[in-house]
């Protein structure tokens, strides 16, 4: 299985920005830890503070990966153009989030991509993209 894992603005600065909301560990540190625990699935990673580049990857990787793990950060609820992206390719998405949108301002309690989304996952802290990975190999048994 491949799945690739799309992040959003300022998701590059996991680790230090609002440890109190998204914790202390790097999400590059995460990743290797995603890669060790999942060995039989082929993982990549992208992340762009540019909405252009998100979109492009989508589109990229539509048909090229069995799935695609999407953190959109702030432009999930502000982006229409990512939620078409979504919905435009056949590849499968899962939409994760680290903290639990709901908890937090009334604006990020609206996706642009869970409408096309095969599922969201968030509130977790990064734990979220790996009940992700886990929901794509349910589906192969």
């Known amino acids: 299985m491949k799945l690739i894992i799309i992040n959003g603005p300022n998701l590059n600065l996991l680790g230090s920005r609002e440890p109190g909301t998204y ?6 540190s995460y990743f290797l830890k995603l890669e060790q625990n999942f060995p039989q699935v082929a993982l990549e990673y992208f992340q762009s ?51 639990n949108t709901y908890a937090r301002e009334e604006f990020r309690h609206h996706s642009y ?4 989304a095969k599922g969201v996952i968030l509130g977790f802290g990064l734990m979220s993209y790996e009940l992700a990975v886990e929901s794509f190999l349910s589906e192969i048994g």
């Open 23 to 28: 914790g202390i560990e790097t999400f590059e």
């Open 49 to 99: 503070n540019i909405e252009g580049e998100i979109i492009g990857k989508i589109q990229t990787s539509d048909r090229e990966f069995d799935g695609i793990i999407l953190n959109a950060a702030a432009y999930t609820h502000t982006s229409v153009g990512i939620g078409d992206a979504v919905k435009a390719i056949s590849t499968p998405v899962v939409e994760v989030h680290i903290s």
């Open 113 to 116: 991509i869970a409408p096309n």
